[in-house]
């Protein structure tokens, strides 16, 4: 089975097709993650920020990771699907459950951030006669990007393993090795899908590892290590 699946996925006839699968899945998932980034990052900041509303923010984040993918893309895909017509018909519905999956982790990754800054460093900025908007920005956000940034990769990858079974509603992405290789029981063409999807998602949190880890301050991030501050117990040389 494994020597099969390795030919399907070398064989130069395939080549064309996953690639273009492959963009698909990602122009489907970083699109869906973008605009719920968009709606969920400043929302998480204004409820860290202020405090008002974090106990419905817990409740709902909580609660949306409990719906189930498969239920809720054809719920909107049969609610949506005939008032749309046309190929966006699925395509519409299947983004807005990719945008609602993704915006939980998101909201939570960064209002958690928020909220966990130390107090002393808020009071300290206001000190300084920093305004409200000022602290958040030059303050509470440098310290809860590494949060933001968890969030926005949980979602990410989230939405890839979501998309994979949104081929079953009308979707393209890598998901349609999985359902075209089901229906001419393929099972090498499943597998290779299946590798493809895993593949993808594993280089994408590595990338997204490394960016969150140079794009936070090394204050804040595992970059800033005990052996690399100065020893000050060593005694003087003479």
């Known amino acids: 089975m494994i020597a099969t699946v390795l ?19 990602m122009q489907y998932s970083l699109l869906a993650t ?46 949506l ?12 519905p299947n983004m807005i459950v990719l945008i609602v999956l993704a915006i939980p982790p998101i909201l ?6 928020i909220a966990g800054v130390d107090p002393a460093a808020r009071d300290a900025a206001r000190g300084m006669g ?13 310290c809860a990007l590494p949060l933001i940034f968890s969030g926005v990769q949980s979602a990410l990858l989230q939405v ?17 090795f999985l359902i075209d290789g089901l229906a001419v029981r393929d099972y090498p063409q499943m597998a290779g899908g299946a590798v493809l ?10 990338v997204l590892s490394l960016v969150r880890r140079y794009a936070t301050s090394p204050g804040v991030s595992e970059r800033f290590r005990t052996q690399d501050r100065p020893n000050h117990t060593q005694p003087a040389q003479r």
Do not use: C
Not at 48 to 72: C, D, M, Y
Not at 130 to 142: D, F, H, R, S
Not at 162 to 170: R, S
């Open 197 to 206: 999807v895993a593949v993808l998602a594993l280089a994408i949190d590595l």
């Open 81 to 92: 699907g005939p008032k749309i017509g046309g190929d966006l018909a699925f395509y519409i």
């Open 34 to 79: 973008l605009i719920a980034a968009l709606i969920a990052i400043p929302l998480g900041l204004w409820i860290g920020h202020t405090g008002r509303g974090s106990i419905a923010v817990v409740g709902v984040a909580g609660s949306a990771r409990a719906i189930p993918s498969l239920g809720l893309l054809y719920l909107f895909v049969l609610w």
């Open 160 to 176: 890839i393993a979501t998309a994979t079974i949104a081929a079953t509603a009308g979707m393209g992405g890598l998901g349609r």
């Open 7 to 25: 030919q399907w996925l070398t064989d130069t006839t395939n080549r064309a097709d996953i690639l273009t699968r492959t963009v698909e899945h």
């Open 130 to 142: 920093l305004t409200g908007p000022q602290v958040l920005a030059q303050v509470e956000v440098p």
């Open 108 to 113: 939570s990754g960064t209002y958690a951030g």
